[in-house]
């Protein structure tokens, strides 16, 4: 029998989409199934469908060898120290020059107090490049189209102070992107993120994963105004897609820079003012410069193809699965 492994997602989440490819790659070894536990007991979750307790689409963590939630909070699981023995947990690792995504390996200790100097994976998502992949888009004018894709409402973008400022520049045409956006935003939130001026340059958004493509693929630069630790899967995506990238938080858009497939703006000083403008000088610099825009985009692309494919990094996640599995039947 495979080892079963829960992965519990955070919906609507990119994330989903990522772990499907670990899904992919991985699913000769090891039966994944991505799902919540329903409230507790677990024991005859399937029957309890009928009194409306629970959902089908459901599942007993007791019926897996491994789990791996989304995040390092978001294991739903009562009580958690039941399983604290089976959990694999994934930490993003903000100090890391590579903004590295860090494993620890099934522990009996809490989340909370696991990471320390646990013994730990450093693992890398891939890029499908042949998803994210350059092709032409048509455009309705002749402005350079400055893109932000995510969630704009996350207050450590400062949509405000660093992205908004770039509708100054002349011959440059703002694309929003959010990845969501609430009926519910209240005035003050609007507010805090640019206020009309952000309303007025969202064209879409709210696209799941084989919608990203396109949308990049609309952007001739692509920002990410993100001055602390995130995921920055985007950035991959972007650069694969062709599109140079203007980016200030460390970890791959610092690496995408150096090896010339983007600019890195460093604001680990987090001087607003100093970053706004050195970002509005980069965008400025690839706006007037096609020559460049398309030599960046080639090296971007190239990068990714070279660093990031999911090929190159599988075989660090199927260590870690093992490693894992290992661990828990110690416990």
């Given at each position: ?5 829960l ?28 799902g ?9 979750i ?16 007791d019926?897996f ?12 699981l ?8 089976k ?17 620890i390996?099934a ?15 450093k ?9 994210f992949?350059?092709?032409?888009q ?5 402005l ?11 207050p450590?973008?400062y949509?405000k102070e660093?992205f908004?400022?770039?509708k100054e ?13 609430h ?5 003050d939130?609007i ?30 630069i692509?920002?990410?105004c993100d001055?602390d ?14 599109v140079p ?15 010339g ?13 100093r ?14 410069d096609k020559?460049k ?17 999911w090929?190159?990094h ?13 661990n828990?039947?110690?416990?």
């Amino acid at each position: 029998m495979k080892p079963r492994i829960l992965i519990i997602p955070a919906r609507r989440h990119i994330l989903e989409a990522y772990y499907e490819y670990i899904i992919r790659y991985l699913g000769d070894e090891f039966y994944f199934e991505q799902g919540y536990p329903p409230q507790p007991p677990y024991k005859d979750i399937k029957k309890r469908v009928w009194t409306g307790e629970t959902s089908p689409l459901e599942k007993n963590p007791d019926d897996f060898d491994l789990i791996l939630p989304h995040f390092t909070t978001h294991f739903f699981l009562d009580p958690p120290e039941k399983y604290y023995h089976k959990m694999v947990l994934a930490f993003l690792e903000p100090g890391s020059a590579h903004q590295d995504i860090k494993i620890i390996g099934a522990t009996n200790k809490p989340c909370e107090d696991s990471f320390g100097d646990a013994p730990h994976h450093k693992l890398r998502f891939g890029v499908d490049t042949s998803l994210f992949a350059p092709f032409p888009q048509a455009k309705r004018d002749g402005l350079v189209h400055v893109g932000f894709l995510g969630n704009i409402q996350t207050p450590r973008r400062y949509m405000k102070e660093l992205f908004m400022p770039l509708k100054e520049l002349e011959g440059v045409k703002l694309d929003i992107y959010p990845s969501i956006w609430h009926k519910h935003t209240r005035p003050d939130e609007i507010e805090n993120m640019g206020g009309q001026a952000v309303i007025d340059n969202i064209v879409g958004g709210d696209v799941w994963n084989t919608g990203l493509p396109n949308i990049y693929n609309r952007m001739d630069i692509y920002v990410r105004c993100d001055i602390d630790a995130g995921n920055q899967l985007s950035i991959g995506e972007a650069a694969a897609c062709g599109v140079p990238v203007v980016s200030c938080d460390p970890g791959v858009g610092k690496e995408l820079a150096e090896t010339g497939g983007g600019i890195y703006i460093d604001a680990k000083d987090r001087d607003l003012v100093r970053v706004a403008k050195e970002i509005k000088e980069a965008v400025a610099e690839l706006a007037g410069d096609k020559g460049k825009r398309e030599e960046m985009g080639n090296k971007g692309r190239k990068f990714i193809e070279e660093n990031y494919t999911w090929e190159k990094h599988i075989p660090a996640w199927r260590k870690f699965f093992r490693k894992g599995l290992e661990n828990a039947k110690k416990m």
